[in-house]
């Protein structure tokens, strides 16, 4: 993605604010994670999306937009080059690199951001400062923008606080062809990972090993990081839907469950594959991963513009529902929750439960997952098969068919390793 792609994915935000106001954009700042170290950072996704700057380079950087009747200036308040601390910490942007990323020309150290916003503020010109302030949780700990707006309150009373956080939503919602571009190739690479880790599959393997075979695959791509943390699991443990031990070993007989993803350009994929680590599906576990595959692919022959949102989940469930009760499993008045214990699609794009419009239906260039769980502890079985839709004009396609998916496909890929 160029720099144009994000300057236009700014000029749509100002054009939504109010004449005569502020906007300020924080990329955010690492997490302390003991006495000396602090989290890998994480740029905040909206200001990722407004400004092409991404990376752990980026941190405490501030994006601030004044807004005179329709004229807009722009400003990038950045850690500038410091000798001394990039011992330390790493090599810095330069303003030059800076704007050739973000399209904006006017770079000032983070240090001059209070005063620059002080000077704004008290000038009379603006009336309203508009934030993207957003809490998963009510008792989640403020970031940046939170933090601000309650100095901005006290400090500043005359100044009405918007919030932008729906309206970055909503035109994230739908994908522009370059974010699409850089989707197919982060899945090159989640692809090769997925299919490095069945190849290697045999029992007795560790988690850790599976995930050493899966990062290996995306480093050697120039991927350093993936998209989110993987999940891998073996056996019992696929039972825990979030499971971040990597401490099971596989024995013959279980399933290794994979939810994994690479991420390019700041683009996320999201994939699970399910597979016998000795490299055949058991009766049971066979007849259950049918009954995962052939949701799917329905999933994908109905999935189209002008649908609920709501009804993608809600079709999943109830035809893979119908299958478990053909084979017995389900009783015909218990729900396909007691085995489906999650939802059956979320978005994907610059997080990897990306945050869109919740109210708009299915839309062409919208991009979300096809998610089949399947989790049945009395017989020790527990899986899922996810894939990522795009939407098109008259239908859906699917960006990681390309990794083995049926049974048959996973036992004969696997047959060709030959490594149990």
């Known amino acids: 993605m160029d720099r ?46 407004l400004t092409g700057l991404d990376g752990a380079e980026v941190h405490d950087f501030v994006l601030m937009a004044q807004k005179t009747g329709e004229a807009v200036t722009e400003t990038l308040f950045v850690l500038p080059p410091d000798p001394m601390a990039e011992r330390w910490t790493g090599r810095r942007l330069k303003p030059e690199e800076i704007t050739a990323r973000s399209g ?46 309650s100095l901005v309150q006290t400090r500043y009373p005359f100044l009405r606080i918007e919030n932008c956080h729906r309206q970055l939503c909503a035109q994230r919602t739908i994908k522009a062809p370059c974010e699409i571009a850089a989707m ?6 989640t692809r090769a ?31 350093l990081t993936p998209a989110f943390p993987s999940i891998i699991a ?28 690479a991420a390019w350009d700041g683009m996320c994929t999201d994939v699970s594959r399910s597979w016998p680590c000795c490299g055949k599906f058991s009766p049971r576990q066979r007849q259950l991963y049918d009954c995962a595959f052939r949701t799917s692919q329905h999933m994908f022959s109905v999935i189209r513009p002008g649908m609920p949102m709501a009804d993608v989940d809600r079709l999943c469930h109830r035809y893979c529902g119908g299958l478990l009760r053909e084979i017995g499993l389900l009783g015909r008045d218990e729900a396909p929750e007691k085995y489906m214990w999650h939802g059956g699609a979320h978005h994907v794009g610059w997080d990897v439960h990306d945050q869109v419009d919740p109210e708009r239906p299915v839309s062409a260039g919208m991009v979300f997952c096809v998610d089949v769980g399947i989790y049945v502890e009395e017989w020790g079985i527990g899986f899922r098969l996810e894939d990522n839709c795009l939407v098109t004009e008259d239908g859906c396609v699917n960006l990681s068919a390309e ?18």
């Open 4 to 49: 144009s792609f994000h300057g236009e994915n700014r000029q749509t935000l100002y054009r939504t604010l109010a004449e005569d106001s502020l906007f300020v954009c924080f990329a955010g700042r690492a997490l302390p994670q003991s006495a000396d170290a602090e989290y890998p950072f994480f740029a905040n996704r909206n200001f990722a999306y």
């Open 104 to 149: 904006i020309s006017a770079i000032r150290p983070a240090e001059d951001f209070s005063a620059a916003f002080h000077a704004a503020a008290a000038s009379g010109k603006y009336r309203t400062l508009t934030l993207d302030l957003w809490k998963k949780n009510q008792d989640d700990p403020d970031r940046e923008a939170e933090r601000f707006a």
């Open 184 to 189: 197919r190739e982060a899945m090159k690479a």
């Open 193 to 223: 990972g997925i299919e490095a880790m069945m190849r290697a599959s045999r029992p007795g393997m560790y988690e850790y090993e599976y995930k050493a075979v899966f990062d290996h695959a995306l480093t050697s791509r120039g991927i």
């Open 234 to 261: 073996a056996g019992q443990n696929n039972f825990c839907i979030h499971y971040y031990s990597y401490t099971g070993q596989a024995q013959a007989g279980d399933l290794v469950l994979n939810d994994v993803g």
């Open 403 to 420: 990794i083995p998916r049926s049974a048959g496909e996973i036992e004969a890929f696997m047959a060709a390793s030959a490594n149990y």
